[in-house]
């Protein structure tokens, strides 16, 4: 049992008598627009919305072209900021990356527990906003912040990810600044619904390398058009059945180069996280997939800050600055209908 599981919340907002859907809302602003700007501005803002998006899709550079053999493409400088939710968590002691996690509200990191208990990294700190792994080569992307405390899944099974509740929250000495969190948390099943207007696309964001062992990149890169692996046919292919509260996917039919980053987000539409990367199986071809966190369900328990289901834990060690951080008790995710229009 993945522990709290619900559902994507609703949102009902009142128009007048009637209830009304975050789409009937975005029709009423948009009629209001052409009031109050006339049909000239609306058409100016609607075009200001296709470059913005355009704008997303030139976030991967495709150096080699479309035919090249990897399926890695680095995120440009241009989009250094678009993923500042993405976080580089570091060894203590050797600066080192350790695996990646996902900032979710200003002081709170989610990671993979696999992370923090298995490579012994239990108060990492983090770099927040950055492509790159190397502080130096980029001095202003220097933003790291202390953990105070972790908070890890009470079911989750010490050295054995396979096990399922592989999920843990940092929270951090201080709140973010200068990046946002990330826009919103989704399930796979409605990122993949085809009654929505924009049917989602999965990318796999993270500092991949070639197994457990290797290098990471240096720089942030993507691997989009995932896809998706149904229960029955990722048991088959890993040998073993797959735990609750979990996903699988595998990469396009691609030769694979630099593939794993623990802790690695797949989003949707580069907007709503679905997954963290949990663990791999020895790979004897590319059919065999990566199985990942279900973020969605544990919604509930990430909001709660793990309340009566987790391992909460503060650094004994701690400076002053880590009472505001003790005395964090719940926060509150952000969901489509809280970003702008």
């Not at 002081?107 to 012994?120: D, L, N, T």
């Not at 953990?147 to 399922?164: L, V």
């Not at 919103?184 to 991949?208: E, V, Y």
């Not at 790979?283 to 990430?302: A, C, G, K, L």
Request: with cysteine; aromatic share 6%.
């Amino acid at each position: 049992m993945p522990g709290q599981t619900s559902s994507r919340p609703s949102k009902l907002r009142q128009q007048g008598r009637g209830g009304g859907g975050p789409m009937q809302t975005r029709l009423a602003v948009l009629g209001l627009l052409a009031l109050v700007v006339g049909t000239g501005g609306l058409l100016l803002y609607l075009r200001l919305r296709q470059q913005r998006d355009a704008a997303v899709a030139m976030c991967y550079n495709t150096e080699n072209g479309p035919e090249a053999k990897s399926i890695n493409f680095k995120v440009s400088t241009n989009c250094e900021r678009r993923f500042g939710f993405v976080v580089n968590v570091m060894d203590p002691l050797l600066q080192t990356h350790a695996c990646t996690g996902v900032l979710v509200a200003p002081r709170v990191v989610v990671v993979p527990a696999s992370c923090i208990e298995e490579k012994k990294v239990e108060y990492p700190p983090v770099r927040l906003g950055s492509n790159h792994l190397n502080p130096a080569d980029v001095p202003h992307e220097n933003d790291v912040r202390n953990t105070c405390r972790r908070i890890t899944h009470k079911d989750y099974q010490k050295n054995n990810p396979k096990k399922g509740a592989d999920i843990a929250l940092l929270i951090l000495e201080s709140p973010a600044v200068h990046n946002a969190p990330i826009s919103g948390i989704t399930s796979l099943q409605d990122c993949q619904d085809p009654r929505h207007s924009r049917k989602g696309n999965m990318t796999a964001f993270g500092w991949f390398s070639a197994g457990m062992s290797q290098t990471p990149s240096f720089e942030l890169q993507a691997v989009p058009n995932l896809e998706w692996v149904d229960k029955a046919q990722c048991r088959k292919a890993l040998g073993h059945g797959t735990p609750s509260g979990t996903v699988c996917s595998k990469y396009p039919n691609r030769a694979t180069i630099a593939e794993w980053d623990l802790g690695s987000p797949i989003l949707c539409n580069d907007e709503e996280l679905v997954g963290l990367a949990s663990y791999e199986q020895m790979r004897v071809s590319r059919d065999v997939p990566y199985v990942y966190t279900h973020i969605s369900e544990y919604r509930h328990w990430i909001e709660s800050l793990g309340e009566k289901a987790s391992v909460d834990e503060t650094n004994d060690e701690a400076r002053p600055e880590c009472k505001a951080a003790r005395d964090v008790r719940k926060i509150v995710l952000k969901t489509a209908d809280d970003r702008e229009l």
